[in-house]
């Protein structure tokens, strides 16, 4: 979890096939769930409603291929 105003960094390694030809685009999201639903399931049962997702931020990144 990463709390309020804080950040965290992840580093993703992604294989390449050889043949791979052109430019690769890369896109990240980060989403947002105020609670999970297993915890909405929990407190309120059947009635309880799954949170919804939010887009925080996201990114697109274009990698050339040589």
Same mark, same amino acid.
């Given at each position: 979890?990463?709390?309020?105003?804080?950040s965290?960094?992840?580093?993703?390694?992604? /294989?390449? /096939?050889?043949?791979?030809?052109?430019?690769?685009?890369?896109r990240?999201?980060?989403?947002?769930?105020?609670?999970?639903?297993?915890?909405?399931?929990?407190?309120?049962?059947?009635?309880?409603?799954? /949170?919804?997702?939010?887009?925080?931020?996201?990114?697109?990144?274009e990698?050339?291929?040589?």
């Open positions: 979890m990463i709390p309020a105003r804080g965290e960094t992840e580093t993703v390694r992604v /294989p390449v /096939p050889g043949d791979a030809a052109g430019p690769i685009v890369i990240a999201r980060l989403l947002y769930r105020s609670v999970p639903p297993r915890v909405v399931r929990e407190v309120l049962g059947a009635r309880g409603s799954v /949170p919804e997702i939010v887009v925080m931020a996201e990114a697109d990144a990698v050339r291929v040589e």
